[in-house]
């Protein structure tokens, strides 16, 4: 069962959206595999792991955080991910 579930709307396109996504989690040692209509990833975040899944329909990426640091709320990985979208 995934910690958390929601859905953002993309505001360009998914492509570039996940390009950059993919950049910024690279580029904090996180490991990336997916395309733009699905895929998973795993970012490393104050000692320990945020990993999950996404998948793309449109303007909208339904995103599962499968794990994440109990003092990292859903709410905070959700608007971090908004306000890059």
Do not use: R, W
């Amino acid at each position: 069962m995934a910690a958390c579930n929601f859905t953002i709307n993309i505001s360009g396109t998914a492509s570039d959206f996940i390009q950059d996504i993919k950049t910024k989690v690279i580029k904090q040692g996180g490991a990336f595999n997916g395309d733009d209509t699905s895929g998973n990833f795993s970012v490393p975040l104050l000692g320990s792991t945020v990993s999950g899944s996404y998948q793309v329909d449109g303007q909208q990426m339904a995103i599962a955080i499968d794990h994440k640091p109990f003092f990292v709320s859903c709410s905070q990985i959700q608007s971090y991910l908004e306000s890059n979208a």
